[in-house]
């Protein structure tokens, strides 16, 4: 087994998973996701409602549609420009995405909640000093909180 083959076992996701995932993570690249699945739209507009420059706008589309997020047509009324919006793949994407996320929020949520109960069952019956309760509670709040932000 040579180095790429224990590279390609190690990694959770292929290149390409890892690369859409990336695409995803930009918080500008998002706000056009957004924008475009509510309805499709040029690049002007995308401008406006994001407050970035064409340009930033320009090389973001070129990404996404590089990878086959957006889809792009030419729109001739009443002038010239082009109109993107989001291609079925990547509305069912990013629902998978919204959706397994969401579950997996859910399903931590609830394991954190379940140590909270088991740290202060152990408080009350003298398994833990108040300090270790303390902490533990600290830490477990934080990471619900944590899990709960928006």
Do not use: W
């Not at 090389?59 to 420009?81: M, S, Y």
């Amino acid at each position: 087994m040579n180095s790429k083959d224990t590279e390609e076992e190690i990694n959770l996701l292929n290149k390409t998973q890892r690369a859409i995932m990336a695409i995803l993570q930009d918080e500008t690249r998002c706000k056009i996701l957004a924008s475009l699945n509510t309805i499709p739209s040029h690049p002007d507009v995308l401008v406006n409602e994001i407050g970035v420059s064409r340009t930033a706008i320009e090389k973001h589309l070129k990404q996404l549609l590089a990878f086959g997020v957006l889809e792009r047509r030419t729109q001739t009324f009443p002038r010239l420009r082009y109109v993107y919006s989001l291609t079925l793949a990547a509305q069912n994407l990013i629902d998978a995405i919204s959706i397994s996320s969401d579950q997996f929020i859910t399903s931590t949520r609830e394991d954190f909640q379940e140590k909270l109960t088991q740290t202060e069952s152990a408080f009350i019956f003298n398994v833990i000093s108040k300090s270790e309760y303390d902490q533990i509670k600290k830490d477990l709040i934080d990471k619900i909180n944590k899990l709960s932000e928006d």
